[in-house]
């Protein structure tokens, strides 16, 4: 009896700790582990907003104060989510179930479900995001002047006149809101003068001036909902960038100044209007994204226009902007497969010696998919702190392996350079890729990074038994 009794209170006060650590803690974001992802996730009423992290990565770096300062935020509103934080480097077995492939990555868990964070990477904005998917979906406001100011600073907003708080019509809008109460603010007013079958819904966005929409249909009131939720065109930023890769359309990139998007405006909106069901018309500011232009989608002369269909990119080959027509022609081309597509990649070099021979854009399939050699390459960047530790016992491998005659090793900078085989796909560095001798298709190494790893992995997956004092090979 006394045992059970015992074992009763131990019981209890487990659950008491597992409790106060789910809890949100004012100022705090929780480590999350394999061992305790959870029995946190389990116990937290309101979900947890997790980030996946690498230590190495510089955005992490940078957002981290932003995500720290949200969780003061909602610390002190009482809020019932908490934030915590994975290193996706250590914990690869959550980073790969929840498949992250880039950092940082950020994922609400509540329960047994999950999904996408689509606000800013900013306290406010993690703060607001997190009001919007534990409080009501739809904000009523007494009069339209109320709901206006509503809508100030919001990225988009959908605010619906409905004849009466019981209208049919105002269910279908609120069902909506509920199932996509991320993608923007939803708000509601009542106003008695007018009947059921003139009940609308306006859009408010940064870039538009309101268009309006009757409120009928759930089919129609969707359709018109994701329609606008993105602008016909306008800025990119840290705000909205979520929201136009969730769309799942194709991009749109115009590059440029301020001054070229004022001046290319009206004519890119043009094509917009005949195109937007397909694509997302953004603007890449050369102001607030000075490098990403270059580094990102390989445009160097300004302004400039850029089709990304999926990993693909197609740049427009003028860089005036004076008829819509051309700029569709354009993408009707790409459409087609007319327009060679574009390939980050830095110059082959002139002398490629090894023992870690050096891969480029340009020559990658010709260097890495080999009839009869078996093929390690590293992709690296070179800020990346792990990529430079771990180098050296790269070099060091390479050079015991060079008699290895049927083995390349190889490097590629992955912050400079693009694959043009859609099998080679790297979120992280160092990302190491295995192909053996007369195969497409990689195997990534995820084993212990040191020579005697590599070399167990080599004797495990080689083409051919390791040889000690094989004949030297340079041929490439």
């Not at 590059?255 to 909106?269: F, H, M, R, T």
């Not at 990346?384 to 070099?395: S, W």
Request: proline share 5%.
């Amino acid at each position: 009896m006394f045992v059970f009794f015992f074992n009763q209170i131990c019981l209890a006060f487990l659950f008491v700790i597992v409790r106060v650590l789910a809890s949100p803690n004012p100022g705090n974001v929780l480590e999350l582990t394999e061992s305790n992802f959870s029995k946190i996730v389990d116990v937290t009423e309101g979900g947890v907003l997790v980030q996946f992290y690498a230590p190495w990565c510089h955005h992490c770096k940078e957002f981290l104060p932003e995500f720290e300062s949200a969780a003061k935020t909602l610390g002190v509103l009482n809020s019932t989510v908490l934030l915590a934080k994975i290193d996706a480097t250590k914990e690869a077995k959550l980073s790969s179930r929840y498949d992250i492939k880039g950092y940082p990555t950020l994922k609400y868990f509540k329960k047994n479900s999950h999904q996408d964070y689509k606000g800013d990477r900013s306290a406010i904005g993690i703060v607001n995001w997190v009001k919007q998917i534990t409080g009501p979906c739809v904000t009523h406001a007494e009069t339209k002047e109320k709901a206006t100011q509503l809508a100030v600073n919001q990225t988009v907003s959908f605010i619906a006149r409905v004849s009466s708080n019981s209208s049919e019509k105002l269910k279908i809008f609120t069902e909506y809101a509920d199932a996509h109460r991320n993608s923007a603010t939803f708000i509601a007013y009542v106003d008695p003068q007018i009947k059921s079958n003139e009940e609308t819904v306006t859009v408010v966005s940064d870039n538009t001036e309101g268009e309006t929409h009757i409120l009928s249909t759930k089919d129609l009131l969707e359709a018109f909902c994701k329609r606008e939720s993105l602008p016909l065109f306008g800025p990119i930023n840290a705000r909205n960038f979520e929201s136009y890769y969730a769309s799942g359309l194709s991009l749109l990139w115009f590059v440029g100044s301020k001054e070229d998007y004022l001046q290319a405006s009206s004519v890119i909106k043009e094509s917009a209007k005949e195109l937007r069901e397909k694509y997302s018309f953004l603007w890449l500011s050369t102001t607030d994204f000075p490098g990403h232009a270059q580094s990102a989608l390989g445009v160097a002369k300004y302004p400039a226009l850029v089709a990304q269909v999926k990993e693909d990119k197609f740049v427009y080959p003028k860089n005036e902007f004076t008829n819509s027509t051309d700029v569709t022609a354009f993408i009707r081309s790409v459409e087609k497969g007319e327009v060679e597509k574009f390939l980050l990649s830095e110059e082959i070099p002139e002398v490629n010696e090894g023992p870690v021979y050096v891969v480029v854009g340009k020559n990658f399939n010709k260097m890495v998919i080999r009839p009869d050699k078996d093929v390690f390459l590293m992709v690296y960047a070179p800020w990346c702190g792990h990529c430079k530790n771990f180098a050296p016992i790269y070099n060091e491998f390479a050079k015991k392996m060079k008699n290895q005659s049927n083995l390349v090793v190889a490097k590629i900078d992955g912050s400079s350079n693009e694959s043009p085989n859609p099998d080679f796909v790297w979120g992280g560095y160092p990302t190491v890729f295995f192909i053996k001798a007369g195969s497409k298709t990689p195997i990534i190494y995820s084993e212990k990074r040191s020579v005697e790893g590599l070399q167990a992995f080599l004797a495990k997956h080689g083409s051919k038994p390791i040889l000690a004092d094989s004949a030297t090979s340079d041929e490439l």
